[in-house]
């Protein structure tokens, strides 16, 4: 996982949700409690959110990739446009708070780019917070008194201070890195195994160039420097699963290997 910055233009679609905020706002005010208890629900548009143009725009500024897990994974299965904090109900593990977040449920740093693995399937309606009695319940608390122990993509914290990898494993250095991995199973078997694939291909890339690097023939020394520039690109920050290569080859530059023999 690693961070990213978001466009400061707001897309088009999202001004619609400005007026239908207010309204939400407003029917809350006349009934808070039918919306506490859940009789009362309310319809976040997804023909507002999720749109198009908000969907290119999160692609683009997370570079084709998950926010959570960094798999490049459109090829196969269409991305979710993703609350941050869920929508239309948090789900604690021992029961659901209603109303959810109704507030942010149209607000562009709520969103974020996810793949249906992580978002429809691991993370749903949690967002764990360090104290629940902190938790915003309406548009009239506030949620910069919350500690949610959930990585944001977008958040000013650095998730590559809470989660670095060994080999091809997940590792939390802090509660929100270790409940972010939980939370999303970001250990799960099929993201290990496609990563690992990927860390053995950078290994023997690595190889190579340790192996040529004294070589001066042409053709040699035009092969190193295109194998460098793959291993440079690996670890930037539009390369799927950047965070473990760039931990995998740092460990392979100190003589260490974390990879299954
Ligand atoms: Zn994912």
Known sequence: MIGYTKSTTVPSSLKRGVRANTDN????DADPTAYTKGVAKFD???????????KRRLKADQH???????????ANVAGDVEHYRPKGAIDTGGGKIYPGYYWVGYAWNNLSYACPDCNEY??????PLAVEGARARSHHDDLTKEEPLLIDPYGEADPRQHIVFRGEAPIGLTPQGTITIELLALDRTTLGRDRLLYLETLSVLY??????????????????ARVRAQLAAAVLPNAKFSAAAADH?????????????
């Open 25 to 28: 706002c407003d029917a809350y």
């Open 44 to 54: 976040i548009s997804n023909g507002i959110y999720g749109t198009d143009v908000v």
């Open 64 to 74: 084709d990739k998950c926010g959570f897990c960094e798999a490049i994974f459109d």
């Open 122 to 127: 691991r993370k749903r309606d949690r967002f």
């Open 207 to 224: 190889e190579s160039v340790v192996l040529l690097e004294n070589d001066v023939r042409p053709d040699a020394v035009d092969f190193v």
């Open 249 to 261: 080859l740092t460990a392979c530059a100190a003589g260490k290997t974390y990879l299954p023999t």
